[in-house]
């Protein structure tokens, strides 16, 4: 015998549990579970104070962030050639007249409207590369640039952007009799830049980006260091061609066009090349994310896989060994 009332019953409850299990048609898709050794992306806001070789040196690091599957913000504030010097006066323009020029960078914002526009996590200080081996250059511009940084981004880290010694070819050191102080070779350079900007990290407290660390490696590396061509004739009148600038990090020797005359061989043995940039912007990434650089698989093009490996490496071993090995003042410290 059949009982309709209980069947009725029966189907009612079916239809009501079915409601409950199936999403409504205008429903949101169910987020995804992570994956067992997935990591959610991590977003670094990051402001840059600094002039040509702070923008070599971040040139590729939003591609390597991507690559990682992280997320860059990145705001540079910069002048070409400029010292910290420079960067302090906009400070002092800006407060005397919010709405003067002289205060402003390119992007129209004053150091302390773009310190207050995000939540910053890091903010970079370098000085300029001439002056770099100089440590009296760095005060007091490099500690009142931090404590302005602090008093309107109190939560952001400053560091210290370590800038890369000049190539071993660089007309620099082409000088016969080089004035006192002056560095007189690259090995000179890197040694006395690199004891002026550990000794303003130690004294402000604060970490540095080795990027001169990572170009010193391999530089000197036996077997990617790079080498001058020894066989090029500079004496010739008219250059058709340049020198043999096989892993070199700086952009080096180059052909320059000129009106109604042949091309004039000039070299820039300062700036970073294709090379040194993505060397630079691996050891940014290192210290930036706290995450090995090594295996990222951004590499730009013209760039040779292997050549690329062993910048990665080297930038990695560079953060390893500026980690084990925290800066701290020397002894007789000149204030």
């Keep these: ?17 079915c409601g409950h299990l ?6 949101p898709p169910a987020k ?10 991590k977003t670094v806001r990051l402001i840059t104070v600094g002039n040509s070789f702070s923008q070599n040196a971040t040139r590729y690091l939003n591609d390597l962030t991507k690559s990682a599957g992280n997320v860059l913000v990145h705001q540079p504030l910069v002048v070409g050639g400029s010292p910290l010097s420079l960067h302090w006066e906009k400070v002092e ?61 109190p939560k952001a880290e400053v560091l210290i952007h370590q800038t890369w010694a000049y190539r071993r070819d660089d007309p620099r050191f082409a000088v016969t009799a080089p004035k006192a102080g002056e ?39 036996p ?51 294709l090379a040194g940039e993505y060397l630079g912007a ?9 995450d090995s650089v090594v295996g990222n698989a951004f590499v730009p093009a013209g760039l040779n896989q292997a050549h690329a490996r062993f910048l990665q490496e080297t930038a990695h071993q560079a953060v390893a060994n500026s980690r084990a090995k925290p800066a701290t003042v020397p002894a007789a410290v000149v204030k």
């Design 1 to 17: 015998m059949r009982h309709p009332r209980l069947l009725a019953f029966l189907f009612a409850s079916l239809c009501v549990l």
């Design 22 to 27: 199936a999403p409504a048609a205008d429903a």
């Design 32 to 41: 995804a579970a992570l994956a067992p050794d997935a990591q959610p992306a």
């Design 93 to 153: 323009q800006h407060e005397k007249d919010p709405k003067a020029a002289a205060g402003l960078y390119n992007n129209k914002l004053s150091l302390k409207q773009a310190l207050t526009a995000q939540p910053w996590d890091f903010v970079t200080l370098q000085q300029a590369s001439i002056k770099s081996h100089d440590v009296t250059t760095y005060r007091p511009f490099a500690k009142q640039l931090h404590d302005y940084i602090k008093q309107h981004a």
């Design 183 to 221: 560095p007189a070779t690259q090995a000179d350079m890197y040694r006395m830049l690199t004891s002026a900007y550990t000794t303003i990290a130690a004294e402000l407290g604060v970490r540095r980006i080795p990027v001169g660390d990572a170009f010193h490696l391999a530089d000197t590396d």
């Design 223 to 273: 077997k990617w260091g790079y080498q001058p061509d020894a066989k090029y004739d500079f004496t010739k009148k008219e250059q058709t061609t340049v020198p043999d600038q096989t892993h070199s990090l700086h952009v080096g020797w180059r052909l320059a066009k000129q009106t109604n005359s042949p091309a004039k061989l000039g070299i820039d043995g300062h700036h970073a090349n």
């Design 282 to 290: 691996c050891v940014f990434y290192e210290v930036l994310f706290g």
